[in-house]
């Protein structure tokens, strides 16, 4: 186990630093004027037109061999230093701090539910394997895998702010903003729900809740249905163990051989793809927070992305990978901890 | 499993013929375009034809029967040659990239030791960028355009067909049938084309199916946030990028421009469907587990 988890961290370095090195082999097809953009702050910087260009880019050393860039590069990015984002008028690293709460706060509230709600469906249809309610939560779970996120948060958008007004897009209302923009209201984490039960604020509180459903809502459907079918089609190979035949034949009560027995063994499989479901949701976070505009880093990158703000795109590319690289070696040393067949390897 | 045997149970099974049937007409409207929506510019017929210059959104009407989008582009005209489109991208990426992941990971569990080491860990470096981030990435440096965002969707879509392959052909290198074609005599390229690779294939036919929906929804993602295909360009994810800016509708009449929305969503949302109806009653078929 112990061992594992050594190897499991020592490959880490390798990992971000081939991960750096793709993302700088992407920088270095673009051409020197168009990555000089990332230390122009100012446009009045470029009154001089292209000589002034060149001195840039001379001054950066953008035309020096690629390792000495890369060197270079790195050590920048090392300490935090990704350049000057345009879309963001301010340095990459600031406007993602400034961005990564209301991210976090969307992933919180969408994975208690998606795993919760995936799991329970999941089981039940594998327990009620071709009764009608397997089939219908079955096809209920294509229907949602197959719809794009962006179709179902601009239809939740127009039925339940357009149609209903319940859930209006954005972080809060102007009233609550001004609120939390007081100096009376403190901000201990940038997570409004959190920080407006700290303040004892629940007008606030309410308001922050009622605009994280709709995109909690929009992110979560295709992950559910995601969840429901793995753990459906796990729990079905589960039940047909020989273990479970044993069990079932010395006359344990069903409940305690499904919950008991079957789920803990079911749920691995869980576990393994739960990596691939934070891939999945971190691109659905670009998605569902472009359409409910609310300010995390999935809407700066794809700001960016909109207004070829190259340093925007990848100094973001760099802080999800970043972040995935960490998930990933929780969910393989829970993994590890759950089944210890792995450990062996 | 027999060829004959699969396509007859596919054929059998209720849940993958409507799959089948959706493909099928899909592809007989992408076939058919050029009839169906005469282009206006035979030498660009994937750009839509505007009627007029003003942005708001008309409704159905018998000109323009699914109505026009935001700057007058015939939702109809998009929505029939976008499925050339789709299945364009569809079948390029999956393709390409299941053929890259295949050899790949083929090679790496076959000869095993450093090599397979080295393919094993770029692997992961490339699925250590979240995809759709990914492809947002290298499409905003290659910039707008079909070939560029097949491109990108290639270059970080073939890891896991490697990873799939990898341990297929761990589980059947050693089998009894592979040593006695070494035996014979069989050089590498002989035993993993004619008996390794033959028969491992199916579970990565599974996973392409089930990737041919998911590949299209990023791409159609990639014109929705704005940076795929070109402006005007037939294309679902664009023509729903179109109707951002009216999905509110107007006081009163919340749901005016419905069909800006809903007629390109029920297009993608089928088209991805129908493959995941296909893939997963595949599954279900080859999956001797599931059998009883």
Redesign the interface.
């Known amino acids: 186990m112990f061992s594992y988890i050594v190897r499991r961290i020592l490959i880490l370095p390798i990992i971000l630093l081939g991960v750096t090195l793709l993302i700088f082999s992407m920088i270095m097809s673009l051409s020197p004027y168009e990555r000089v953009s990332a230390y122009v702050k100012d446009p009045a910087q470029l009154k001089g037109g292209v000589a002034q260009l060149d001195a840039l880019i001379e001054k950066h050393g953008l035309n020096d061999p690629w390792y000495q860039q890369y060197g270079r590069w790195l050590g920048n990015a090392v300490r935090g230093d990704f350049g000057w984002s345009e879309s963001a008028g301010a340095p990459v690293t600031q406007a993602i701090r400034e961005r990564f709460a209301a991210t976090f706060e969307i992933t919180l509230f969408a994975l208690l539910p998606v795993i919760l709600g995936g799991v329970l469906l999941g089981i039940f249809a594998a327990v009620h394997h071709n009764d009608p309610w397997d089939h219908i939560s079955r096809i209920l779970s294509i229907i949602g895998w197959s719809f794009p996120t962006f179709v179902f948060g601009l239809i939740v958008l127009m039925i339940f702010y357009g149609v209903l007004g319940w859930f209006p897009p954005g972080r809060l209302d102007n009233w609550a903003l001004s609120i939390v923009n007081s100096p009376e209201f403190t901000n201990y984490t940038g997570l409004y729900v959190l920080d407006s039960i700290l303040n004892l604020n629940f007008p606030v509180l309410l308001n922050a809740l009622r605009h994280l459903v709709a995109p909690v809502f929009s992110i979560s459907i295709l992950w559910w249905a995601f969840l429901m079918r793995i753990t459906r089609s796990s729990m079905l190979e589960t039940l047909q163990k020989e273990y479970i035949r044993t069990a079932r034949s010395k006359g344990l009560k069903e409940r305690t051989l499904i919950y008991k027995h079957a789920v803990r063994n079911a749920l691995i499989p869980v576990v393994t793809v739960s990596g691939q479901m934070v891939i999945g949701l971190m691109g659905g976070l670009v998605v569902v927070e472009s359409i409910f505009d609310i300010r995390g880093m999935g809407k700066f990158l794809a700001d960016a992305a909109q207004q070829l703000d190259y340093a925007g795109v990848l100094g973001g590319a760099i802080y999800f990978g970043f972040i995935l690289i960490i998930i990933n070696l929780i969910v393989d040393v829970s993994y590890a901890l759950i089944d210890p067949r792995i450990r062996l390897e | 499993m027999e060829w004959q045997e699969i396509v007859y149970k596919l054929l059998k099974n209720k849940i993958s013929l409507i799959g089948l049937v959706i493909i099928i007409v899909l592809g007989l409207i992408a076939i058919f375009a050029p009839w169906i929506a005469p282009p206006q510019n035979p030498d660009q017929p994937y750009y839509i034809p505007r009627a007029g210059w003003g942005n708001e959104p008309k409704p159905p009407s018998r000109e323009h029967i699914f109505g026009t989008a935001e700057g007058q582009y015939d939702i109809f005209y998009g929505i029939i040659w976008g499925s050339r489109t789709a299945f364009i991208i569809g079948f390029t990426v999956v393709g390409i990239s299941s053929l890259i992941g295949i050899i790949l990971g083929t090679i790496s569990a076959y000869y095993g030791g450093w090599i397979d080491e080295i393919i094993m860990?770029?692997t992961?470096?490339?699925?250590?960028?979240?995809?759709?981030?990914?492809a947002?990435?290298?499409?905003?440096?290659l910039g707008r355009g079909l070939g560029n965002i097949m491109i990108a969707l290639i270059t970080f879509n073939w890891m896991s067909t490697a990873r799939l392959m990898r341990s297929q052909v761990l589980s059947i290198k050693n089998e009894e049938f592979v040593q006695a074609a070494r035996a014979l005599g069989a050089n590498d390229f002989r035993i993993i084309f004619k008996h390794i690779i033959v028969n491992t294939i199916f579970p990565v036919l599974i996973q392409a199916s089930m990737n041919m929906?998911s590949i299209v929804?990023?791409a159609?993602?990639l014109s929705?946030?704005?940076?795929g295909t070109p402006e005007g360009y037939a294309d679902w994810?664009q023509m729903?990028s179109y109707?951002?800016n009216w999905?509110?509708?107007t006081q009163g009449n919340?749901?005016k421009y419905?069909f800006t929305?809903?007629i390109p969503?029920t297009a993608?949302?089928l088209f991805?469907?129908s493959w995941?109806?296909i893939g997963?009653a595949f599954r279900d078929i080859l999956d001797p587990?599931?059998q009883?």
């Open positions: 860990r770029v992961d470096i490339f699925m250590s960028i979240p995809f759709t981030i990914a947002i990435v290298m499409t905003t440096i929906g929804i990023t159609s993602t929705f946030l704005g940076i994810g729903i109707a951002r999905i509110l509708g919340a749901l419905w929305v809903l969503g993608i949302t991805c469907l995941n109806l997963d587990k599931m009883s």
